[in-house]
T-cell receptor, first 116, second 115 residues
Framework: AQSVTQLGSHVSVSEGALVLLRCNYSSSVPPYLFWYVQYPNQGLQLLLKYTSAATLVKGINGFEAEFKKSETSFHLTKPSAHMSDAAEYFCAVRGAGGTSYGKLTFGQGTILTVHP | DTGVSQDPRHKITKRGQNVTFRCDPISEHNRLYWYRQTLGQGPEFLTYFQNEAQLEKSRLLSDRFSAERPKGSFSTLEIQRTEQGDSAMYLC?????????????FGQGTRLTVV
């Protein structure tokens, strides 16, 4: 079984400030981890994914995330926030094998607000 | 290819009515997934198909819900005797499931409101 916990349902930052969105996972099998972004009334867009290669993963729009097995974490960061980053962000996990292979389990989401 | 397409984008229906949603995946993708997202929550898995075979169904998918993918291309999700609790965004995603395949690409969703 797998689960994801996103710490903080709302995060507010100033434009140009560091963005840090937290995600902790639980998985009985080696996990594949993902961050998706969702703009209002839109579907989900993949930002980045971890699939057991490099632990530091770079994604689109300047985002990156680091897989830390000892902390069971996969936090999302961006050095400098832009107004266009305002959206809801979801962390997700799926198994690299076993019966959970393929389907994603999502966290509850973190709404990012960026102030001018 | 324009990505995963869902129709309609919005649906308002009266309680007790039946509704059907359509999803057209990316053309070469062999897997198709349905998720449901309620307000303030992350998407929850409902079911998925590999080609035309429905391989897994969540316990969230009650007897009033049925999904099909008759020719391994588009899929439909039908909800019979809708209830107010069915109000949600229904998301479809597709992927190409082979070694070196792709992760899931999502459509823009169908927002269902049951009044």
């Amino acid at each position: 079984a797998q689960s994801v916990t996103q710490l903080g349902s709302h995060v507010s930052v100033s434009e140009g400030a560091l963005v840090l969105l937290r995600c902790n996972y639980s998985s009985s099998v080696p996990p594949y981890l993902f961050w998706y972004v969702q703009y209002p009334n839109q579907g989900l867009q993949l930002l980045l994914k971890y699939t057991s290669a490099a632990t530091l993963v770079k994604g689109i729009n300047g985002f990156e995330a680091e897989f830390k097995k000892s902390e069971t974490s996969f936090h999302l960061t961006k050095p400098s926030a832009h107004m266009s980053d305002a959206a809801e962000y979801f962390c997700a996990v799926r198994g690299a094998g076993g019966t959970s292979y393929g389907k994603l389990t999502f966290g509850q989401g973190t709404i990012l607000t960026v102030h001018p | 290819d324009t990505g995963v397409s869902q129709d309609p984008r919005h649906k308002i229906t009266k309680r007790g009515q039946n509704v059907t949603f359509r999803c057209d995946p990316i053309s070469e993708h062999n897997r198709l997934y349905w998720y449901r997202q309620t307000l303030g929550q992350g998407p929850e898995f409902l079911t998925y198909f590999q080609n035309e075979a429905q391989l897994e169904k969540s316990r969230l998918l009650s007897d009033r819900f049925s999904a099909e993918r008759p020719k391994g291309s588009f899929s439909t999700l039908e909800i019979q005797r809708t209830e107010q609790g069915d109000s949600a965004m229904y998301l479809c995603a597709s992927s190409f499931w082979e070694v070196g395949g792709t992760e899931a690409f999502f459509g823009q969703g169908t927002r269902l409101t049951v009044v």
